[in-house]
Each structure stands twice: as structure tokens, then as C-alpha cells.
């Protein structure tokens, strides 16, 4: 590990230690694969693959705290809803919501911006799609390290998706990766922070038969761009859940319109 020009020996210290350790960004995790953590923080959008990834890490520590993260998008009452249900559902008494409505200020997207409609999901497409909120999961990390830190968690779970999604660029691997170099080089010499990323090499029907067999309760999960009472069943993200409910041989647990 790269270790700072003229930094101290205690930080390259630091850097060695942690490069060293358990980084699973690159495949999904079953509880046997990692030892048991005393504290987690757990990003929680409200979503089926947050969800899934809720359900993983409560059989991984012994205490999670849970995050979520508004930034102006179209379904923000109804996610926080799903973000409360699901704490509420695992007896999370650490929670933390945080609002960055600056993503919206800054637009681009179609979550965020009024003005440019949710495209019909066209799944054989291999263009990002306008739904992209652009670096959003950097700031969704920045935020959780920060409180990581500060709570003493030694792992940070997200529920990105690589393989079977709509091919946003901060939901790779690589770009996970990445994000675990700057929490090294970033942090206080004894800090050591994981990021857990235990679906990101699933396909939604295997997200969905793993929720199951942890009894992720999906039924409080929210994944339309759109909607907020019934879900829309248009959008990307519920024509990916969908299709991954379908190729699972389960009903959707929720409405559509």
C-alpha cells in the first residue's frame, strides 16, 4: 500500500495493517466468510438490496447503526418511511438521517431534477440511464466514514449492485476499491473501517432468495424512482425488482399500480 511522501511511520504503519485486512467488495459475503464486528454502520436507502444487505450484516455484528442519506430525489418521504420500518423492524437504536439536497441543486438526474422525466425501463440497454445521480455514492460514503469514525464502527455496509443493475458507475467494484484506499490514507492512524459491499456480485433474484432466507422483511422496502403509494412497476429499478421477484419464483410483496 502506497503510504503518504513524508508521512509518519505510524501512517505507513497504518496503511500496511489495513491493506492487509479483509476488504469484499469484489464478491458477496456469507457469515461464515467474516469474523463477527462489534459495530457496523449500515446505509439504508429503504430499498430491496439495502434491505438484503441490513439482513447480512445483523447476522455479522453485534450492533448496527443505522444511515440514511435524502439528497432531494422524487421519493424521498416515501424511502425515510421504508428507512424507519426496516430500523424499527431490526431494533436499530443507532439512526442517523442526513439530507444533501445539494444533489438536487446540482441536477443532471431524474431522481433530482423535475424537469427531466423517469425514463420507461429498457433493460437490454447498455447506456447509464438518466436516473444516474452522478457521484452520488461518494458523498453517500464520505458521510458514512465520517460517522464510522466517529462511533468507533469498524465496517460500513451498502447495498450496490453490479451485476444485474443499471450500470451505475459508482456501484462497480473497482470504484469500492477505490473508496477503501481513500478511507486508509483519509483517517486517523488507528481508524480501521471496512467497506462491505455483500450483494454487488448478485443478480436480483439471488438478492431476493437470499432476503428470504435471512427474512429480510421485503415488504417494507421501497425501490420505485416514481411513486409514492403504489409503485409505478415502469421505472428501472421496479423492472429490475420485478424481474428479479419473477426469476425467483416469489411474489412482489408489494403494490403496483
Not at 422524487?74 to 424499527?88: I, M, Q
Not at 424537469?115 to 453517500?140: C, K, M
Not at 403509494?229 to 423492472?239: L, N
Given at each position: ?18 491493506s492487509?485486512?479483509?476488504?469484499h ?6 457469515s ?7 459495530l ?6 429503504g ?8 439482513a ?14 435524502s439528497?432531494?430525489q ?82 460500513i ?42 450483494v ?7 438478492i ?23 409503485a ?9 425488482r ?16
Amino acid at each position: 500500500m502506497k503510504t503518504e511522501e513524508g508521512g509518519s511511520q505510524e501512517t505507513g504503519v497504518r496503511s500496511q495493517e489495513k491493506s492487509n485486512g479483509n476488504f469484499h467488495a469484489n464478491s458477496p459475503i456469507r457469515s461464515s466468510d467474516v469474523s463477527l464486528s462489534s459495530l457496523a454502520v449500515c446505509l439504508v436507502s429503504g430499498g430491496m438490496d439495502s434491505c438484503v444487505t441490513a439482513a447480512i450484516a445483523h447476522e455479522e455484528n453485534e450492533e448496527l447503526a443505522f444511515l440514511h442519506v435524502s439528497y432531494g430525489q422524487r421519493t424521498e418521504a416515501r424511502e425515510r418511511r421504508a428507512f424507519e420500518e426496516l430500523a424499527d423492524y431490526y431494533e436499530v437504536k443507532r439512526r442517523l438521517a442526513i439530507s444533501i439536497e445539494h444533489l438536487a441543486r446540482i441536477g443532471g438526474s431524474s431522481l433530482t431534477d423535475q424537469s427531466i422525466p423517469v425514463a420507461a425501463a429498457d433493460l437490454a440497454s447498455s447506456e447509464i440511464p438518466t436516473s444516474y445521480v452522478p457521484f452520488r455514492n461518494a458523498h453517500l460514503l464520505a458521510i458514512a466514514v465520517s460517522w464510522a469514525e466517529v462511533i468507533k464502527a469498524e465496517r460500513i455496509y451498502i447495498g450496490a449492485v453490479a451485476e444485474d443493475s443499471s450500470g451505475y458507475p459508482d456501484c462497480r467494484p473497482e470504484f469500492y476499491a477505490a473508496f477503501q484506499k481513500v478511507v486508509e490514507v483519509g483517517t486517523k492512524p488507528l481508524t480501521k473501517i471496512e467497506i462491505m459491499t455483500p450483494v454487488i456480485a448478485l443478480t436480483k433474484a439471488e438478492i431476493v432468495r437470499r432476503g428470504l432466507k435471512l427474512n429480510a422483511p421485503l415488504q417494507l422496502t421501497w425501490s420505485c424512482y416514481q411513486a409514492a403509494e403504489d409503485a409505478c412497476g415502469r421505472c428501472d429499478s421496479c423492472a429490475l425488482r420485478l424481474r428479479g421477484f419473477r426469476e425467483a419464483g416469489v411474489s412482489d410483496p408489494i403494490a403496483y399500480a
